[in-house]
């Protein structure tokens, strides 16, 4: 086996995601797995110099209180999800992951999010001691395992939407908030900033605030460092991207698009807040408009249904009207395993993440835009007009 | 009113289809509708120089003995489909398109078609005599409304399916076959042999043989006349060629697709008879494997529901593989009204054809291939690929 | 046609389910329709008394200012319900009951609601002056049309729920009650009181309060005069009603019910509101627990989508463990037009309550049960429980 | 534990149900699982003598050239069924159940089941001799268990339908036919005869004929012996059995009633032989004309889907008309692990088998119609009858 030469950092170490990734990386690694579910293996990217998987090491923060290990066998268990042998084959590696797992920062995190974290966690850090304090692991991380760069990846739960209007403009604003007692930064953005201030790279996998405000993708332009996000696309918005498109090519009328969704793992508890479920409804809302040039009636619910566990649920109604004032109808309902769904693209976001530092590219990575549910950089919401673009961004050379 | 100067001639004039287009013709030339589910409405084709509604003048042949009055009113009494008023102001058009329809012909459509004919129909012509009575008609057509062009548009219950071994390569082979007394070729096959001959447009909105074989497309271009087909992409195929371009750019692995149709109006009746079936059933069911690249196992029902009437109603079923041998589920059901999700596009492709004719094109229009389940001349089945084909060929100047 | 004898007196007698009752009643008694949907006629019931359709005459209260037959017109061209034919028939009928339908009282009806009226409504009255008012016009309906007996049947929209420690226990404490210038008891209330006060009968086809409290039960008895509700089942909880005892009589654990309801009738509209929104999701909730022994995670959400107007769909996914705790699911769209379904079961409860009448029976009727989402004097809520308990009263001797 | 004293005898004792059946007896025995799923574990039946779950011992007849834990872990991989703890605690018993497998006869299985056993298996025994070899294995196994009685449950892949004219009406009429070159009574036939001949219990938990001719209910009174049937109802027929009378009920027309079932397991293998599949849609469909009576359009459709293994998923699709002659929807979608829905009814019936013996009962039990798509002795089809039937019977006295 090759000696890891990158290191993918997760936000939210041992949450189901970033257990997903680390199981299949490590499957990927000792050939135990086959490569669906992952963009980066298509033959359109084959000419890319994509990492290898046996070029990535996994370490990362979290701040709750349990092990890799069991939560791979709590998913197994209420989830259905991966063989036994895969999960056994891959124990001894889990907890090498896990003695490179550190503590998270819980600035901002909002009171949902806080109470994950075991009643004694030490005290909350300022914004400043907190952005050295993940820069010291991070630097550990990158020196103990002699890596080239490091991927920070932001799988942890959804933060509360931060108004638009105190996102900082500049870096030097951001510096400024960061001094201030009451720093409306999330810790979202705390991590992005330390990671990228670090020359890594920055991928926010979530609706939270991470590198999103211009005063933050400034930084990581003078830092020659890249991010991109943000809110994966795995399963109801996809379709939502991939169906609005052909309403609007027939030129038939969305009336209305109801879309329910249920699911139990631990992203759904923390959605059952309202403010947090604020920040998601909105990035699985607003591409509608984006797409069909209008605004039909929406609703979009988001429920935490223990029973469901890690399958996400989602029944879409979509009303429309075509010729002569002919109302139909379309429902869809998607039964995907969320986790599952989302693994595979947090390690073709990191290798595609590589070869843009290969090439020299800094800044927001809009070419990524197929990934996201409100993608950075580009209002183009139309699946396969973003699929086309990390293609062409593909065939450039390299 | 402008003075009518193209003629659009149905072949199943009195048919679902047929009749919600002259009445969504008449409708659109009285502005009592709007333009939703015309796709040649859309911006994108704002600058084609495209006829417009009061160019069109409607006449056609079928073979049933029904008035088109009569037939608008069981689709509305059936379907609950059109406003009273809209059918009350169209009465007297229609029955001026009345007065412009001709019997049709009946070689080779098998015994299920037959029956829809009156048990006193005249015997059936040979195949040359069936030709020259079908030119008789348009010629006739053509003359009286002083048309510069007939767009002939095969709206007819879909026959049983040719072997592909028996298809003329050449037009000479053709007249050779057509001289034949046991001549395999079908109805749908004489009326495009007919209108081609005469240098009109032959638009096959079924999926029946039509202007197939290579042979008839050689005539077709040594008359300088267009032709495009085949079965229009409405309902469940169209979703099918939106979705697997999406299992497929996400690299998931459809195991199954299973897609189970009902619906209750005469093109189901005749579906009934498992050899019309066969044609409809390949049309829907191949491009899956031309999508994907591999062939999932897959299986399509279309079976006659007489209380759906005009409402095709379709689940589909798609068990596809994600990461890590994670088994998932797509299911949808889609509820659309037939005729009326057909008719918008027997205009649009009407519109589109004439302007490739002032274009000076000949020969098979594959930039219309967004518009069929089984597109001639092309192999590319994603939908997004063929709508992007379509604005690139409007794109050129003209 | 025979003379009516019993008088049919709708509170909100221009919504959806009064118009559809009063255009099915209408074309029953002209034989243009046949008794589809209606249970009364079924066999089961053919020894029954039961008065025949020219038994009845309609009149009723309303609060909003529109006509009856442009309410009728609105459903037909909104939601495509009943034939121009039969509109056309009744509009003359339509005429006359509206002559027959008064203004409605507003105390205790919330914001929501008192929007629905004109700006300029009359100011509200007290409620003992309200009572007045409401039988002033029922007496003189009864006198007007000599009738045998009055019919009170609240079909008016939902009113936010009022908490049960105030409900009045006994006839004495409702009538200290109505004398408080903040008496909490609503317009439902003060109808029913109204009505058995006179020895008519009322029925509460509504989540609000009506009839239910003890106190008002008390007054019927006194009266001899009879009520039943509440919250007529139609749809997606007639459903619930009728499944989950089989999963109980199959011994499966039902884990998690999930009901999702759009609709977009005025109905829907008031039920935008939170606070009325409340009655009718407790209504459609409580019954799961009452029949399966045990509390399921239940989930009820019900949304006003305009573009669906009078039909009603809901989706429910229900999560169930079977042996060796393997979890299924089951899933169903039930797409019903809400006043179409209401309307048959008004008339039934109607002939029911009659007969009850003739029979001498007094206070509340619980053998009205399977009509009702919560139904008064009962807990039994397993559908077929309900109708057996409908049958065996019925196979009593008249 | 308790010694056994009552055996249960599968004919198809390596199938998915025998083998999850097995599984669920050990659980039980072990108390390794809770008693969800079993129907004679309800609290109404509290009262009755039922064995307990180490009262039984299994054992069977196969024709498949498997091992019974083989077919354990193969549902486990396919399917996701069983904790991985449970199957491999069950690892010996399912090894001690192994060792009492006797090999199956193969007369008039008809030639896909043939299919399934090896090519080299003995040679086909005639009728007579086929009966004296199951006698011998059953009384073997009686005997080397010291049992009281045996339960021989048919569990095999359906025959295909034996016409209902050769149906023998007798037992000497029966016995006739046993002795006849051509024999058409099929090997589920053979092991009722043999079962009941010896005074054991039958009961046939699928379409095939079994113990359904009169001349073989005859001989099971003269041995003073009993036997139920037949086709086991787990999924959509349940639903259709529970729904039918709902629609019922309320007088609402089911115009037509489509039912489309796909799953993947060797029940479904079989099924895609035409011949064995009629056995099955006929046992699926006619209940609804028995429910309405009057017999909606309906269509059936079984097909087999290798993806979806033991999970069979079923879409129907009921249009009915409401009141004024409104058209509208129900749609379910059931997803059901098929062995581990039906493994817990075959320990029921074994109980309740047991009681009836208890109780001296003989012939056929009709109060088990619950259990059954094609009740023998009862045409009543509506599930709540079904089981109100059942806790009648077990009301009695003991």
Redo the contacts between chains.
């Keep these: 086996m090759t000696t890891p030469r990158i290191g993918i950092w997760f936000i939210g170490a041992r949450g189901g995601v970033a257990t ?1 990734s680390a ?2 990386l490590t ?1 990927l690694q000792h050939q135990q ?1 086959d ?5 980066s ?2 033959p359109v990217f084959s000419q890319l110099p994509l990492p290898g998987w046996g070029d990535f090491v996994i370490g990362g923060h979290e701040i709750r209180d349990v092990t890799l290990y069991d939560e791979a066998l709590r998913l197994n ?1 209420e989830s ?5 042998e ?1 999960l056994i084959a891959c124990r001894e590696e889990l907890n090498q992951i896990e003695s490179r797992i550190r503590s998270g920062i819980l600035w901002n995190v909002g009171h949902t999010i806080r109470k994950l974290a075991p009643e004694d966690a030490p005290d909350q850090l300022e914004p400043s001691a907190a952005i050295e304090q993940i820069q010291a692991d991070l630097a550990e991380f990158r020196a103990q395992n002699q890596l080239e760069n490091v991927i920070v990846i932001n799988l942890a739960s959804t933060e509360a939407p931060i108004d638009e209007s105190i996102w900082p403009h500049s870096w030097s604003q951001t510096q400024t908030l960061l001094r201030q007692a009451d720093c409306p930064l999330p810790a979202s953005s705390l991590y992005a900033i330390a990671a990228l201030d670090l020359g890594m790279t920055y991928i926010n996998f979530t609706p939270s605030l991470g590198a999103t405000p211009p005063g933050i993708d400034q930084l990581a332009r003078e830092r020659s460092a890249r991010h991109a996000g943000r809110d994966a696309k795995t399963g109801e918005t ?2 939502k991207s ?2 609005a ?2 309403f609007a ?5 969305v ?2 698009w ?1 879309g ?1 969704n ?1 699911f139990g793992n631990l992203d759904g508890k923390v959605l059952d807040d309202p403010s947090n479920k604020a920040s998601k409804v909105k990035s699985k809302d607003h591409l509608l408009e984006a797409i069909l040039g209008y605004a039909p ?1 929406t ?1 979009v ?1 988001i ?1 935490h ?4 566990a890690d399958w996400k ?1 989602a ?1 879409d ?1 979509i ?1 429309f ?17 969320d986790s ?2 989302a ?2 693209l947090v390690l073709d976001l990191a290798r595609f993440a590589e070869v843009a530092r290969q090439r020299g590219e800094v800044g927001c990575m809009t070419f990524l835009g ?1 990934f996201f549910k409100s993608p950075l950089g580009t209002n183009n919401q139309a ?2 007009d973003q ?1 086309r673009l990390l293609e062409t961004w593909a065939a450039q050379p390299n």
Tied chains: 1, 2, 3, 4.
């Design positions: 997903s199981i299949g499957a797995t490569e669906t579910g992952l963009v293996a298509l268990r259905r999800v991966f063989d036994a895969t996809l379709l991939v169906l498109p052909m090519a027939r030129n038939l009328d009336m209305s109801v329910h249920i009636q609703l619910s429920e249904i223990e029973s469901l649920t029944w109604h009303h009207r075509g010729f002569l004032n002919t109302p139909m109808t379309l429902q869809f309902t998607w039964q995907g395993c599952l769904l693994a595979p197929c699946f396969f699929t």
